[in-house]
């Protein structure tokens, strides 16, 4: 049974930091290139920042560049959101994702922790 679960969510105020992790269990976790997207009230869901599965390229979305800093652990089968500089428009629910391509598209998602930024 495949699992992604997040943490490190929270209350933090304006210009603060947070780190989310996602724990990985019931896959290969090197075999699959994992992202952190975030859903807020009444607005889509939206990709924050993707890494490659050895973890050697990413990318990100323009508004979390600069602050934001996507990294994995293949060892510990955990990927890592470092949120730096935060501000009130990034209060979402956070989650991570899981995809590989054997064939066909397999595609996992976690539960979501949810991050608030509020004074």
């Known amino acids: 049974q495949v699992q992604l679960v997040e943490s490190g969510g929270g209350l933090v105020q304006p210009g603060g930091s947070l780190r989310l992790s996602c724990v990985v269990s019931?896959?290969?976790?090197?075999?699959?290139?994992m992202s952190w997207h975030r859903q807020a009230p009444g607005k889509q869901r939206e990709l924050l920042a993707r890494?490659?599965?050895?973890?050697?390229?990413?990318l990100y979305a323009d508004s979390v560049k600069g602050r934001f800093t996507i990294s994995r652990d293949n060892a510990k089968n955990t990927v890592y959101l470092q949120m730096n500089t935060l501000k009130p428009e990034d209060t979402a629910v956070y989650y991570c994702?899981?995809?590989?391509?054997?064939?066909?598209?397999?595609?996992?998602w976690g539960q979501g922790t949810q991050v608030t930024v509020s004074s």
């Open positions: 019931g896959l290969t976790f090197s075999e699959y290139a």
């Open positions: 890494i490659t599965k050895a973890g050697d390229n990413s």
């Open positions: 994702k899981a995809v590989a391509i054997k064939g066909r598209s397999l595609i996992y």
